[in-house]
Structures are given as structure tokens and as C-alpha cells.
């Protein structure tokens, strides 16, 4: 008769049943192994639908500004008033008040079925937002241009003008202005722009579509709205050398961008206006360059509503002519990289 003891049928079956100390470590490994090969496609996965949704803000704002020029015949400008220089016709003899920073993506609020949040800022009292001042001495005409009822809508970011890629903060403040919602996309105001810069040649008279003061039409686009870059994605938000605030329309920064630089190119950096001494212009690197968190390149909604990703490697005179509006240049199509 054996002398070891007989364990039970539960007793065999847990003991059969229980993992030993090895065999759980090489779970563990096996585990974090496929958790590793995973997690590039989850993520790859998630940029995938955050780049669909961005795409999406940049097609409703290009119709939305289709549908501005259906209702008034012509598009908004991309700043509704002069700023501070009076130099041209165009600005001449206008009070702060009549000069307002109001950028054209405020203007297509109703388009987009924002209504309330456009009432706010009726009458456009002062300028509205950000008025400019004649020869930037205050005159007297603005003076409490940020009621409660304004400054309070300044603050509101609508979803449609927030790319999910977009990291910058939901704010930013800037000198002698009160808090206001960042922006994740701007207006094409053309190709002309740092480091050569021609004030109100650029401003003024620049030869995208969105300008300050005045309007184009779709007539204007002989180079096709199909090729023509109307919005386009912008980085570093909440910086001083790339700020964007949806409410104002601002040369090469805010919601006013230029293809002078190559797309992607890090604010603070490439091409920038520099005053007579070397330093930046208005003390910011500014370079007004579009830019994009998505990898390898940016997207961009056309005239026609459709909207494109486009390359970081696209040649600069192909870059430079999709926003162009009457130059007639050909546009190799290749190089884009597709829908």
C-alpha cells in the first residue's frame, strides 16, 4: 500500500488547471507583443477618422462661403476692414469704426447655421472685432468696442472651425485684447507674402481670393475654382508666431494665410518680414504659412468644394499657383497626393 498521499478529483483538476510562474510571463510577453503591432493600426485608425472629420469643417466652409456669394453676388472679403495704414484709396479718410478686423469666416456664420453666435456681434458696432485704427492712433471712434455681449462670443469656438488633429489650446489672448477661441483653418489670401512684402500690395491687392476690404467673385477665377485653394489648415494656433483667432482677419497670421512658404513650414521659421534693422516685423517671426498635423502633408478645400490632401514635397510654383486666382499657370496634378 502507498504511504503518499491521494489528492481528490477537484484537488488534481485545479492543480492541472493553474498557470506556473514561466508559463505566465510568457503570456505577459505574448501579449504586450500583440498590443505593440496593434497599436500603430489603432492609431493609425484614429488619425485616419480625425483627418475625415477635419476634411469635412473644410468642406462646409467652402460651401458655406459658395452659399455667402449665391445670397450677396460676391464672396467675403477675408478682413472687412483696413487696419492702421491709410496710404491707400481703398483706406483713406475711414475712422477706427469703419475699419473692422472681422475676418470673412465670421462673416458665413448663418451659411453654416450658426445664426445666434452671428447675432451677437450685430450691429458690428465699432468694427465689430478688433477694429483698426487710422494710422494706428485711436481716434475716439472705438472705445469700448468689446461689449460683454462680444467678448463673450469671441470665446465660443464653433466645432467646424476646429480640426480633431489640431493641438493648440482653445485660447489665446493677445495684447489690449480680451480672451479669444483659436482656429484651426484659414483664407488663401494668394502666393505673394514673406520674406518679400509689399504692404498694401499684399493686404489689398494680393492675388488669391481672400483679401482685405475687397471682394472677388467667382467670375474673377480664371484659373478654375476646381484649382483654386480657398481654406486651408493652419498649426501652432495659440502661438505668437502662428495665432489664429477665427474672429479676426489678419495678413500671414490669424485667419489670412499665404503660400509664400512651403506648406508645413514650422511657425517661426522659413521666410519672414524683417523691418530695416533685421528684426521681425511688428516683433513676431510671422511666415504665414498653412500647416497641418496630419503626417506628410496638408488638406486644403478648393472653390469648387472639393478638398484635397496636398504634400509637404509639392513644388513650390505648382503650391503657389493653386493659389493663385487669374494667373493661368499650369497645375500638375500628380503631385498632390489625392483625395
Known amino acids: 500500500m502507498s504511504s503518499h498521499p491521494t489528492l481528490s ?17 510568457v503570456v505577459i510577453s505574448i501579449i504586450g507583443t500583440l498590443v505593440g503591432l496593434l497599436l500603430p493600426a489603432v492609431n493609425s ?27 450677396n453676388g460676391v464672396f467675403p472679403p477675408g478682413r472687412m476692414g483696413c ?13 477706427g469704426a469703419q475699419r473692422p478686423g472681422t ?63 489640431d493641438i493648440s489650446k482653445p485660447t489665446t489672448t493677445q495684447a489690449g485684447s480680451p480672451t479669444a477661441a483659436t482656429c484651426s483653418y484659414a483664407l488663401s489670401m494668394g502666393s505673394n507674402g514673406p520674406p518679400s512684402y509689399d504692404e498694401i500690395a499684399d493686404k489689398l491687392y494680393n492675388n488669391g481670393m481672400f483679401l482685405y476690404v475687397n471682394r472677388h467673385r467667382s467670375a474673377d ?3 478654375g475654382m476646381s484649382h483654386t485653394f480657398f481654406v486651408g489648415e493652419t498649426i501652432g494656433n495659440d502661438t505668437a508666431n502662428s495665432v489664429n483667432v477665427w474672429t479676426i482677419g489678419g495678413r500671414y497670421e490669424e485667419t489670412m494665410r499665404s503660400t509664400s512658404n512651403q506648406l508645413n513650414t514650422p511657425p517661426g521659421q522659413g521666410g519672414f518680414v524683417l523691418d530695416a534693422s533685421g528684426n521681425p516685423l511688428y516683433g513676431t517671426y510671422v511666415n504665414g504659412a498653412f500647416g497641418s498635423q496630419h503626417p506628410q502633408g496638408g488638406q486644403f478645400a478648393f472653390g ?3 478638398v484635397q490632401m496636398v504634400s ?3 513644388d513650390l510654383p505648382t503650391y503657389w499657383a493653386l493659389s493663385t486666382i487669374a494667373g493661368s499657370e499650369p497645375i500638375n496634378d500628380s503631385l498632390l497626393m489625392g483625395p
Request: hydrophobic share 35%; charged share 20%; proline share 8%.
Open 221 to 223: 477665377v480664371r484659373d
Open 9 to 25: 478529483p477537484s484537488e488534481s483538476r485545479s492543480s492541472r488547471n493553474g498557470f506556473t510562474l514561466v508559463e505566465l510571463l
Open 45 to 71: 485608425a484614429r488619425e485616419s477618422g480625425r483627418r475625415s472629420q477635419c476634411a469635412n469643417n473644410l468642406k462646409q466652409i467652402a460651401l458655406a462661403l459658395v452659399s455667402y456669394e449665391t445670397a
Open 83 to 95: 487696419d492702421g495704414d491709410n496710404s491707400d484709396a481703398v483706406c483713406a479718410g475711414k475712422t
Open 304 to 306: 469648387d468644394g472639393h
Open 103 to 165: 475676418s470673412g469666416l465670421l462673416c458665413i456664420l448663418p451659411q453654416l447655421d450658426d445664426t445666434p453666435l452671428y447675432d451677437q456681434f450685430i450691429p458690428f458696432a465699432k468694427g465689430a472685432v478688433y477694429p483698426g485704427e487710422p494710422n494706428d492712433a485711436d481716434d475716439g471712434t472705438t472705445d469700448g468696442w468689446a461689449t460683454p455681449q462680444i467678448t463673450a462670443a469671441v470665446l465660443v469656438r464653433p466645432p467646424v472651425f476646429v480640426c480633431p488633429s
Open 312 to 314: 509637404d514635397e509639392i
